[in-house]
Nanobody, 123 residues
Framework: QVQLVESGGGLVQTGDSLRLSCAASGRTFSSYTMGWFRQAPGKEREFVARISWSGGITGYTDSVKGRFTISRDNAKNTVYLQMNSLKPEDTAVYYC????????????????WGQGTQVTVSS
């Protein structure tokens, strides 16, 4: 069992930066691939980024490549999402999730979810 708690969301302006954190409970955190998803009002939850258990392999959706960076600290049971050059279209609730698979990008491939944190980017 893994419990996930996101933090770091807020209201920012276009071009600003935010760093989201996701704290995990459980001794097996380091064995999971971790991912970030987001869901805007009226839209489906979409994949944003993922990171392998070791942190050595990452993946991003095209719309955030070059702007967002996912990282993890297994000693702290925490995964991060550094978001730079934020745009209004990045506005959404951001969720972290844990998966036992190697390269998961779909919601169904993740086993545990946090409650989400709101990110709002004003123009």
């Amino acid at each position: 069992q893994v419990q996930l708690v996101e933090s770091g969301g807020g209201l920012v302006q276009t071009g600003d930066s935010l760093r989201l954190s996701c704290a995990a409970s459980g001794r097996t955190f380091s064995s999971y691939t971790m991912g970030w998803f987001r869901q805007a009002p009226g839209k489906e939850r979409e994949f944003v980024a993922r990171i392998s258990w070791s942190g050595g392999i990452t993946g991003y959706t095209d719309s955030v490549k070059g702007r967002f960076t996912i990282s993890r600290d297994n000693a702290k049971n925490t995964v991060y999402l550094q978001m730079n050059s934020l745009k209004p279209e990045d506005t959404a609730v951001y969720y972290c999730a844990a998966s036992r698979l190697a390269y998961p990008t779909m919601t169904i491939q993740y086993d545990y979810w946090g409650q989400g944190t709101q990110v709002t980017v004003s123009s």
